[in-house]
């Protein structure tokens, strides 16, 4: 093998493996400017003419529900969950990193146990526990458990990147006067920041694309988040609307992309950085 070759051919397969990993995207793009006959008849990636009233359909939503609204309900969830998840997770995982209280190993051991815990074993008792509150069918059964240190995932993650920190510097903090609460939001929290951005865009890919969630809490058409939405999208009417079906998957995997992209950067350095390397 020649030198030429011997540097080309890493390259060449990369992309390949590349094209490989796109084709399900470039489907879904092709198949939602495809006319309704052609959706589950025809094997050609490109569709013979582009039917964009697919997009049309799927702007106007679902149950007189626009798309517009359901993107801002989900948006709203997603939001809250981040907000919830970095602000909670960070306080637990600093008390468990820095702090020094009885029975921490024990507890921070049983935290990281409860990460093989399915998450259908609790949904019912938290179901049970909101609508005793009175909060079913409403945002805060999907936003209210993230401000509360629910998910040990995150707080390993940000509990390893703390670890790593120098403590000299919340010494000289603590030398200087300042508490634990102090020392977290000033010193230990900046320095965190790349954890906290890789758990901001896990919360927001995984909180956008839940279904079984949102449908356990959610039941008004307007209170609809996209992806619930789309389970919506075929039974609307008598025939199935694929076309619009798969307009709709595209605006609803755009945020996520977009989000994805602005924040890659952040989600590689916390990645590397964060104990879940190799």
């Known amino acids: 093998m020649n030198i030429a070759t011997k540097r080309w051919l890493p390259h060449t397969v990369s992309a390949a493996a590349l094209l490989v990993l796109l084709y399900p995207l470039a489907w879904l793009l092709a198949t939602s400017l495809k006319p309704a006959d052609e959706v589950m008849t025809s094997l050609d990636l490109w569709p013979s003419h582009l039917e964009w009233s697919n997009y049309t359909t799927a702007l106007d939503g679902v149950s007189g529900v626009t798309v517009t609204h359901l993107l801002g309900n989900t948006l709203l969830i997603a939001g809250g969950a981040v907000l919830g998840n970095v602000l909670s997770c960070s306080l637990a995982a600093y008390a468990f ?7 921490s190993k024990v507890m921070f051991a049983f935290m990281v146990a409860t990460l093989m815990l399915p998450h259908h074993v609790v949904l ?3 179901y049970i526990i909101f609508n005793r509150l009175g909060l079913v069918d409403s945002f805060w059964p999907l936003i209210l458990p993230k401000f509360l240190a629910t998910e040990a995932f995150f707080v390993f993650l940000i509990v390893q990147f703390m ?4 403590r000299e510097l919340e010494e000289s903090a ?3 006067g300042c508490g634990p609460f102090r020392t977290y939001w000033s010193i230990t929290l900046p320095l965190a920041r790349p954890a906290l ?3 901001a865009i896990f919360t927001f890919i995984w909180t956008w694309n839940d279904f079984f969630t949102q449908m356990i ?3 008004a058409p307007e209170k609809y988040t996209i992806t619930l939405a ?8 008598s025939t199935s609307a694929y076309g619009p079906m798969f307009a709709m998957s595209v605006i609803s995997v755009l945020p996520i992309v977009l989000f994805f992209f602005v924040f890659q ?3 590689v350095q916390g990645m590397a950085t964060s104990g879940l390397k190799g």
Do not use: E, K, N, W
């Open 97 to 103: 990193a820095r702090l020094r209280f009885r029975m």
């Open 124 to 126: 019912i008792p938290q």
């Open 163 to 166: 670890r790593g920190l120098p």
């Open 174 to 176: 603590r030398i200087d």
């Open 197 to 199: 951005i890789t758990t």
């Open 217 to 219: 809490y959610l039941f």
């Open 230 to 237: 789309l389970s919506s999208f075929v039974d609307q009417s």
């Open 265 to 267: 950067r952040y989600l």
